[in-house]
């Protein structure tokens, strides 16, 4: 069998390796590094396709240099997306998805969804959540709607149109203050975003919010007191560094 060299975000191999595992066909599974990780497949390449936590996939025989397959490139795996310049990454989406622990049947929304990257990474791990995607940016609705994104309501992320406690998981991908918004701007946004996330949070609910504005949102999560970070994970692409929070209630 060749062996394939799968590489992901920066920060994300574990979760790669994780879901490798659990394919059957997938065989002699090992993280080379935070961004690769190796293995070899005994049969078709259907999970390999279906899989969308990596970027690029290579093929070759040991001690030689692997070639990527474009039998499995990025439109096969994601299809085709408008995307602005400020749009999540989609493998990106997919780890946030996979820390929110996403199951079908939940509620989720995106407060900041964009052009609905992340709302459709909601539906390709659990097709039976209900998932919501609200921006202020009417343009950006737009193209969401033509990424056959749903339930979309044009809205402020400080102000959504849910009822307390009425929702499973937040996940988004907060405005880092450069190309959306500006370091001043987040200095008002990311509290009233978290209070906005703890009122609409259901009891055992989950938030992953993703930013590179970083010190300002830790800041805004220890004077707001009623959601604690459990988790975080850094992330490297393309030249940023944003780091995931994913939050709880206090008990």
């Not at 799968?6 to 659990?22: C, F, K, S, V």
């Not at 999560?221 to 970070?229: C, E, N, P, S, Y």
Request: overall charge positive; proline content about 6%; hydrophobic content about 40%.
């Amino acid at each position: 069998m060749p062996h394939l060299v799968l590489r992901t975000i920066d920060g994300a191999a574990d979760l790669l390796l994780e879901e490798l595992r659990a394919m059957p066909s997938v065989r002699s599974i090992c993280q080379l590094s935070a961004e690769t990780v190796e293995c070899a497949v005994d049969g078709p390449w259907d999970e390999l396709v279906a899989c969308t936590l990596y970027f690029t996939i290579a093929v070759g025989d040991p001690g030689r240099p692997a070639v990527e397959v474009s039998s499995l490139s990025w439109m096969r795996r994601f299809g085709r997306l408008e995307r602005l310049p400020w749009s999540t990454n989609p493998v990106v989406a997919e780890v946030l998805v996979r820390l929110a622990k996403v199951r079908p049947g939940h509620r989720v929304v995106d407060p900041f969804c964009g052009t609905g990257t992340i709302l459709r990474a909601v539906r390709r791990r659990a097709p039976g959540a209900h998932v919501i995607g609200t921006d202020h940016d009417p343009r950006a609705l737009e193209i969401a709607s033509r990424n056959q994104a749903h339930d979309l309501v044009e809205a402020k992320a400080d102000a959504l149109p849910l009822k307390n406690r009425s929702v499973d998981r937040v996940v988004t991908n907060l405005p880092f203050g450069k190309q959306v918004g500006s370091h001043e701007l987040n200095r008002t946004l990311y509290p009233a975003v978290l209070r906005e996330v703890d009122r609409v949070l259901a009891a055992d609910g989950r938030a992953v919010l993703l930013t590179e504005d970083k010190r300002l949102l830790q800041n805004a999560i220890q004077r707001h007191r009623a959601l604690k970070v459990v988790r975080q994970r850094l992330l490297k692409y393309n030249g940023a560094t944003p780091t995931a929070y994913v939050l709880t209630r206090v008990r």
